[in-house]
């Protein structure tokens, strides 16, 4: 057991290792790519940042819906998204003012907030989702994600339209000589960053350093809480599951906001939020198939305190600033305490009796 306790303290290690510097290699790599490809970060990150993201929540979904009850498809949607917004872009608000632009505040969010009643009222009704409502679900993902590139292309085309000015570079331009192996390296890693080839490779490799990161810190915590510490199961996936299959949106985004990439930041929440509701619970919903996707009244409590998330960054972002600022990424923090004092209170009473 000792052995077994010291492994899974260092794969523990391992995982957040891998999650960091896999967050840096993905933020480089997918800033790099919407630089080259003329388009806002933002869009980078609502689409395919966001949907790399939600590999966690995608592969739970599948093996859940193929292979078990689907009963932890709802709950790990709407827990995810509640983590998202409450910790993930609290954090991140509290690291730095997060710019929300117009498309975002009168497109993006709104979306959100609609799929987000229409994921509560068609899990509502019946008590399960049907194969039909997954379907739609999937068709609003296609038609937003379609919206997306349709704006990215036009952003492109507009910069290339506006791009009437060469840069030429300074014939005496004086060149620091870069001493120590470090250094050198990261020349050298910057250097390679000017080319397309290496952008690809580091955003595919940090996003896999972020998905196999989270899954080490999942399994090696849940082995140390339950086996260890001897914590309640259910306990532990409301904290630990639900927390480490949002890791890959904690890491990418505080990540991006330090580098000050906010469009990442931002897009990767929203994006990723959107395409819980809509990809992961239209894919849940499809591979249930005649059983339907049980949707429980615990999942209705979720469903609403995600919703109400949804409306609070909508709310947030149409201040005089139009960002969200430092307090509103603390009230964000308040409010997932709130949330997960109600759900843990609540469960202990439902334990009493």
Known sequence: MAGL?????FLLILGFVLLVKGADFFVDGASGIAKKLKVSTFIIG???V????????TAVTIVD?????????VGNILGSNVM????ILGISAVVCNLPVDKSTRFVD????????VLFVVFGFIGGTFEWWEGLILILLYFAFMVYNVMLALKQSKLSLEQATAVSVADPDEIHVEVKGWYAKLKKGYEDLKEKVWFLIVITIVGLGMVVGGAQLVVDSAEFIAVDLIKLNPEIVALTVVAFGTSLPELVTSVSAARKGDVGIATGNIIGSNIANILFIGGIGALCTGANGLPFSTEGLVSGLVALFAAVLIFVCSLGKTKSLTRIAGIIMLVCLVCYYGFVFLNYYSLKLY
């Open 46 to 48: 609502v689409t395919v």
């Open 5 to 9: 306790a010291v492994l899974n303290v």
């Open 65 to 73: 819906a193929v292979g078990g009850s689907g009963d932890l498809i």
């Open 109 to 116: 969010l709104p979306f959100l907030i609609l799929v987000s």
């Open 84 to 87: 998202n917004i409450f910790l």
């Open 50 to 57: 966001a949907l790399g993201t939600s590999a966690p929540e």
